[in-house]
């Protein structure tokens, strides 16, 4: 393909890019991928991906690979007081309306293995590594990306772009400033292990559970069968990655439960971050187009981190793919626009600020009684159809764009 333009030019081999390219590919049509890097990024990021992200990824065929993988179902999720005591719990209901699976767990760096491997398979779909996006262009009949290649610079077109290049994403910064991208950047300071540690021994039965405290709150989730285990937690603000290597010790021996020392446990993976809730201005312009983190960014204690941005891309699948095959016109790209961008505000923004507040801000005494969604949640534990309404809640992220082509 490499001398032909491809419908398709996907700035990005990250999980949104590799997903979009492996939807667009399995209906024939020509993408090609440009990643910056020399190959995958293999770092252990997202790990959970909620019910609407399984239904894209159901869609795109990936579920019984990221089984094979070690992929699984999360038994639930509970909020505990740091003594361990469960305010209130969530079982993960399979739901009879569905075909796939209510929410799968697969560590990032895994999902990579299975997309690459399926990519690979299909002849219309060609990744070029070491390209690095700098500049974005279009015009009436076509848009293009200027790139640093080994070769020297390139310009590369296509019939569109999609920007799937990150939360740095130079895709957005040329379509509307360096600067731009409004939202908030919280002060909290995240950190990010992979740590075996036998959490069930201690009472831990749930499978991701959600610690309520003013200064030691923290996630646990179980992100293998091998026991290894998530855990993130929040840090004091301002601390080099020295300070904050140097506090872990102290810090997991004062919240896990069973106050463990090092040598009780095994951290393989420690990476702080920080974290944004932020929306771009548009998610198309003309013939370019944003998905996921380049769109839009969230805290990822509401489950919603990468799940937007993969249902960002199955929808924009559907609309590349009703344009290519002319059941549709381009227009559908400006309801991808809307919808998109109303879900963030209506749904991913206000949920996952609100699930990261509650660890933090809430009295654990008070919490049950005094949290709308807590409240909820005791009350799902007595009664099946708030639990089952409290289930499709979450399925609000969802949009079938296929409602807009001719009929
Ligand atoms: C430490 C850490 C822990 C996290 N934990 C979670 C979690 O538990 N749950 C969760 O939901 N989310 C989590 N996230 C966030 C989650 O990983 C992201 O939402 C997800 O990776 C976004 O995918 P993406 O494809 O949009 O972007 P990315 O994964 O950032 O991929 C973008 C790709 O674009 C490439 N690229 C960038 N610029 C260019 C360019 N100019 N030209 C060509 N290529 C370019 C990059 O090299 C990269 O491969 C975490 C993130 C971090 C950093």
Same mark, same amino acid.
Request: glycine share 8%.
């Given at each position: ?41 293999? !770092?252990? !990021? ?17 579920? $019984?690979?990221?089984?094979?993988? #070690? ?7 509970? @909020? ?5 005591? +469960? ?8 739901? =009879? ?36 996006? /700098?500049?974005?262009?279009?015009? &009436?009949?076509?848009?293009?990306? &200027? +790139? ?23 895709? !957005? ?6 600067? =731009?991208?409004?939202?908030?950047? @919280?002060? $909290? ?16 039965? @749930? ?9 030691? *709150? ?10 290894? *285990?998530?855990? /993130? ?8 990655? %020295? =300070?904050? %290597?140097?506090?872990?010790? /102290? ?51 509401? #489950?919603? #981190?990468?799940?937007?941005?993969? +249902? ?28 998109? !961008? =109303? ?37 799902? $534990? ?26």
């Amino acid at each position: 393909m490499s001398n032909q333009a491809p419908f398709v030019l996907i700035v990005g081999a990250g999980p949104s890019g590799l997903i979009l390219a492996l939807m667009l590919g399995k209906k024939g049509i020509p993408v090609r991928l440009l990643e910056a890097s020399e190959c995958l990024d293999d !770092r252990p !990021r997202a790990t959970h991906y909620s019910p609407p992200a399984v239904y894209e990824l159901h869609r795109a065929g990936l579920l $019984e690979d990221m089984k094979a993988e #070690g992929g699984f179902t999360p038994n639930g999720v509970c @909020w505990r007081k740091l003594n361990g005591e +469960v305010i209130a719990s969530i079982p993960t209901r399979r739901s =009879e309306e569905s075909p796939s699976d209510p929410m799968v767990c697969l560590p990032l760096n895994k999902l990579k293995n299975v997309l690459q491997r399926q990519i690979s398979k299909l002849p219309h779909v060609e990744i070029l590594y070491s390209h690095k996006v /700098t500049g974005v262009g279009q015009d &009436e009949s076509k848009a293009w990306v &200027e +790139v640093d290649a080994p070769g020297g610079p390139q310009k590369l077109e296509a019939q569109y772009i999609a920007g799937c290049d990150g939360a740095n994403s130079q895709v !957005r910064r040329s379509l509307f400033g360096d600067m =731009e991208f409004p939202g908030f950047t @919280w002060d $909290e300071q995240i950190v990010a292990t992979n740590t075996y540690y036998p959490f069930e021994k201690h009472g831990f039965d @749930w499978d991701s559970n959600f610690i309520i405290d003013p200064e030691h *709150w923290f996630m646990a989730a179980r992100i293998s069968n091998d026991g290894l *285990w998530r855990v /993130t937690y929040g840090e004091v603000p301002g601390l080099s990655f %020295k =300070e904050l %290597k140097a506090r872990q010790p /102290t810090k997991f021996k004062a919240f896990l439960p069973g106050h463990p020392d090092p040598t009780d446990y095994k951290m393989v993976n420690f990476s702080p971050y920080k974290i944004h809730q932020r929306l771009a201005k548009r998610m198309r312009v003309g013939r370019v187009l944003l998905a996921a983190d380049a769109a839009h960014l969230c805290n990822p204690f509401g #489950g919603l #981190g990468l799940t937007g941005g993969i +249902v960002d891309v199955g929808g924009l699948s559907d609309c590349l793919d009703g344009i290519y095959t002319a059941r549709t016109d381009d227009d559908i790209l400006d309801i991808y626009d809307t919808i998109r !961008r =109303e879900k963030y505000n209506n749904i991913v923004d206000p949920v996952s600020t609100a699930n990261i507040r509650l660890l933090f801000e809430q009295d654990p005494e008070t919490a049950s009684v005094e949290n709308e969604f807590l409240k909820t949640c005791k009350a799902a $534990e007595m009664d099946p159809e708030v639990g089952a309404a409290l289930g499709k809640a979450a399925n609000a992220l969802q949009y079938d764009f296929r409602q807009h082509y001719r009929k």
